[in-house]
C-alpha cells in the first residue's frame, strides 16, 4: 500500500479549501441577512465555519456525482446554497434542546397524540381508520 503523494494531497485539499470558501460565504450571507432584517442581531462565527466545513466535506463527497449530473458553474451555485442551508440547519439545531424537542414532536405525530407547537398552539392529528371494503356476508 503506497502512502500519500503531493498529488493526493492537493486533490483532496484544493478543492476541500474551495468548497469551504464558497460555502462560507453563503453562511455569512445569510447570517448578514438575518442581521438586516432584526431576526438576529449576533454575529455567529462558530455557526458559519461549523456550517461551512460540514458542508464543504459534503461537497467533497458529492463532486464526483456532480461533476457527471451538472456543469462546474452549478456546482459553486449549489455549495453556495448549501453554505446558507447549513447555517440556517445549524441555527435551528445549536442546542441539544430543540433536537430532542423535534424527535417527540415526530413521534407524536407518529402516534396519532396532539402537539403543542412553540407559540403555544394546540394541534391535533387525526388519524383516518382504514377502511374495509369486505362487506359482511350473511350465512344461510
Given at each position: 500500500m503506497?502512502?500519500?503523494?503531493?498529488?493526493l494531497?492537493?486533490?483532496i485539499?484544493?478543492?476541500?479549501?474551495l468548497?469551504f470558501?464558497i460555502?462560507?460565504a453563503?453562511a455569512?450571507?445569510?447570517?448578514?441577512?438575518?442581521?438586516?432584517?432584526?431576526?438576529d442581531?449576533?454575529?455567529?462565527?462558530y455557526r458559519m465555519?461549523?456550517?461551512?466545513?460540514?458542508?464543504?466535506?459534503?461537497?467533497?463527497?458529492l463532486?464526483?456525482?456532480?461533476l457527471?449530473?451538472?456543469g462546474?458553474?452549478e456546482?459553486?451555485?449549489?455549495s453556495?446554497?448549501?453554505?446558507?442551508v447549513?447555517?440556517?440547519?445549524?441555527?435551528?439545531?445549536?442546542?441539544?434542546?430543540?433536537?430532542?424537542?423535534?424527535?417527540?414532536?415526530?413521534?407524536?405525530i407518529?402516534h396519532?397524540r396532539?402537539?403543542?407547537?412553540?407559540?403555544d398552539t394546540?394541534?391535533?392529528?387525526?388519524?383516518?381508520e382504514?377502511?374495509?371494503?369486505?362487506?359482511?356476508?350473511?350465512?344461510?
Open positions: 503506497q502512502g500519500m503523494n503531493i498529488e494531497f492537493l486533490s485539499v484544493i478543492p476541500l479549501s468548497y470558501l460555502t462560507l453563503g455569512f450571507v445569510k447570517d448578514m441577512y438575518n442581521s438586516i432584517r432584526g431576526i442581531t449576533k454575529f455567529r462565527l465555519l461549523t456550517g461551512a466545513l460540514v458542508s464543504a466535506f459534503f461537497m467533497v463527497g463532486e464526483n456525482w456532480l457527471r449530473h451538472v462546474l458553474k456546482i459553486v451555485v449549489v453556495f446554497f448549501i453554505g446558507i447549513s447555517f440556517e440547519l445549524f441555527e435551528k439545531l445549536s442546542k441539544i434542546d430543540s433536537i430532542i424537542k423535534y424527535y417527540k414532536i415526530i413521534q407524536d407518529k396519532g396532539d402537539i403543542q407547537l412553540p407559540d394546540k394541534v391535533t392529528v387525526k388519524r383516518e382504514p377502511k374495509n371494503n369486505d362487506k359482511d356476508k350473511d350465512d344461510g
